[in-house]
């Protein structure tokens, strides 16, 4: 079983926009469940299955299998639920770790958020200066989420993070 362990930040500004070394735009669906997320995600050429516990916090169980871009196709055509997120998700390297950056679409525009997958739960990392206030235990920033009650839908008092920061 892999595990994935992953945190999210909001950004406090662009200046991270210059480190961009690749972006790739992202379209994904899901097929709904109690107990995981099961997601399809495309990109330009190629698909992925994905199946992630349905856990709140930074880490989860995580399996994922490329499936045929076809297939993806139609089964986000016929089989996902309503609500779909599209993305660019822009990589950034900062002191040899990978940020994926996720600028949202559609009916969550507006939305950015960064992500860095970790080896352990209490790895160290450098904190860039873009980096703001940590969302990972905050539900409403998982795709699956935004899938479901996209970021156009949320209240004033719902785009506001809480403060409260984990030492990195």
Same mark, same amino acid.
């Given at each position: 079983?892999?595990?994935?362990?992953?945190?999210?930040?909001?950004?406090?500004?662009?200046?991270?926009?210059?480190?961009?070394?690749?972006?790739?735009?992202?379209?994904?669906?899901?097929?709904?469940?109690?107990?995981?997320?099961?997601?399809?995600?495309?990109?330009?050429?190629s698909a992925w299955l994905t199946i992630k516990a349905r856990v709140q916090g930074a880490s989860r169980?995580?399996?994922?299998?490329?499936?045929? &871009?076809?297939? =993806? /196709?139609?089964? $986000? +055509?016929? *089989?996902?639920?309503?609500?779909?997120?599209?993305?660019?998700?822009?990589?950034?390297?900062?002191?040899?770790?990978?940020?994926?950056?996720?600028?949202?679409?559609?009916?969550?525009?507006? &939305?950015?958020? =960064? /992500?860095?997958? $970790? +080896?352990? *739960?209490?790895?160290?990392?450098?904190?860039?200066?873009?980096?703001?206030?940590?969302?990972?235990?905050?539900?409403?920033?998982?795709?699956?989420?935004?899938?479901e009650r996209p970021f156009s839908a949320w209240t004033a008092a719902e785009r506001v993070p809480s403060t409260e920061q984990p030492l990195c």
């Open positions: 079983m892999a595990i994935e362990i992953e945190r999210k930040f909001l950004l406090v500004d662009a200046t991270w926009r210059p480190q961009v070394v690749r972006s790739k735009r992202l379209a994904q669906g899901y097929l709904g469940g109690e107990r995981a997320s099961v997601r399809v995600r495309i990109g330009a050429e169980a995580e399996f994922e299998y490329v499936i045929p &871009l076809a297939d =993806a /196709e139609q089964i $986000l +055509a016929e *089989l996902s639920l309503p609500g779909r997120v599209e993305k660019i998700r822009h990589h950034v390297e900062v002191a040899g770790m990978l940020w994926e950056i996720d600028e949202f679409l559609s009916d969550n525009a507006g &939305l950015i958020v =960064a /992500e860095i997958e $970790l +080896a352990t *739960l209490d790895a160290h990392f450098e904190r860039p200066a873009w980096l703001g206030v940590e969302v990972t235990e905050q539900m409403r920033y998982y795709n699956s989420a935004l899938a």
